[in-house]
């Protein structure tokens, strides 16, 4: 089975930094493009950064200059450095990915979420 799995999160002093991991195991050829979503209690998930297969990414303004998104294909991971943090930052953060499979489409697939919480 293919799935997309987080890791990295936990509890960060404000300025702090943490690197998220999302992992994709089975049977697949390579990610096409990733995403990170991030979803706080009460609050609408919100896009927070982006990357696509030709490597161009985009973040939202509330963490440009402080987020970057990269992957490592021949891994089949893709990665979420996130600098300076602050207590909006809190929030689960959600990988998802267009998954090559070895035919002429793509299909996407969502992790579990990784907890980040961003508090003295």
């Known amino acids: 089975q293919v799935q997309l799995v987080e890791s990295g999160g936990g509890l960060v002093q404000p300025g702090g930094s943490l690197r998220l991991s999302c992992a994709a195991s089975g049977s697949i050829f390579g990610i096409n493009a990733m995403a990170w979503h991030r979803q706080a209690p009460g609050k609408q998930r919100e896009l927070v950064a982006a990357i696509t297969s030709g490597g161009a990414a985009n973040y939202a303004d509330s963490v440009k200059g402080r987020f970057t998104i990269s992957r490592d294909n021949a891994e089949n991971t893709g990665y979420l450095q996130m600098n300076s943090l602050k207590s909006e930052d809190t929030a689960v953060y959600y990988c998802?990915?267009?998954?090559?499979?070895?035919?002429?489409?793509?299909?996407?697939?969502w992790g579990k979420g990784t907890q980040v919480t961003v508090s003295s």
């Open positions: 998802n990915a267009e998954i090559s499979l070895g035919g002429p489409y793509g299909m996407h697939y």
